[in-house]
């Protein structure tokens, strides 16, 4: 069913020129009753190249097989990282395969060409996101470039947008108004990243951050953008599969509301050894034991489950 975007531009503290789209009452609900899953394609790079490059065609097609996959497993809603080149077709691709909500990322609040491709997505997309983990110490953009882009387009899609950095530069308020720059707010919470490697530690302690952010949210939604453990490439072996199935069932079980991180493993992150193993599948689509957990059963090359595409969290 279509979003009604019927919402009202408020003013917010970070600044006299900014605006805040207040959350339409059915992307709300998807927040909390569709199975959200970080998609990145299983193409081995993040750079898909132009969408009238000479193997555009075959991108596409593979870009179509990692959807459907997700779309038969009951995953109701995408969350993506760019939309440069072939990338910005993703919204329109993934409606032909039944996945009726995305979040389109960003990647960079500089590039123009994904600014483009972002607006003219308007009509097939639920929000955006802009940026990821982008300020601070890696500074890839400031917090001002990173607000007037935000701005730009909450008034030329007529959407929600809102920005994604990790849990603790909210809690610790390591950039002053990014709390109230979002119109939801999209952390990445990620227990192994804070010594957590266990469960229930790992759940719970996730379940705190997000209560400790809701303390300061001011009213707005949260929905954690990025909440998993990789499966490989631990030397001391406490990433497993079991682990990371054992996790989200506990974050359902104690309703935090997340999206799924992540759909496929990505081979080409390499800056850290367990980096490439974060999927839920591997890189040929094949489903992990996670899925077995998170669904009502899995077979090799392809998963079916009983659970509709809206199943709650």
Known sequence: MKIRHLYLFVAIACGANSVRAELP???AEAFRNVRWVAYSPT???PNLGPGNAPDADRKRDEISKDLA???KAGFGGIVTYGCDGLKGEI???AQA???KHVILGIYSPRNEEEFHNAKAAAALVDAYCVGNEGLGGENRY????LTTRMNELRKASGKPVTTSEQIEKYLEDRVPGLIEAGDWLFPNVHPWFHGRFQEPEASRWTKEQVEKLRAKSGGRPILCKEVGFPTAGDAA???NEELQGNYYVALRALEVPFVYFEAF???WKRHLPIEPHWGLFTKDRAPKKAISMIFDRARKGGVTTDAPATAPH
């Not at 400031?142 to 470039?145: L, V």
């Open 25 to 27: 009452v059915a992307l």
């Open 43 to 45: 193409g081995g790079s």
């Open 69 to 71: 996959v997700l779309a």
């Open 91 to 93: 919204p329109r691709l």
């Open 97 to 99: 395969v039944g996945i």
């Open 142 to 145: 400031s917090f001002a470039e």
């Open 237 to 239: 072996g406490r990433a």
């Open 265 to 267: 493993d990505q081979t």
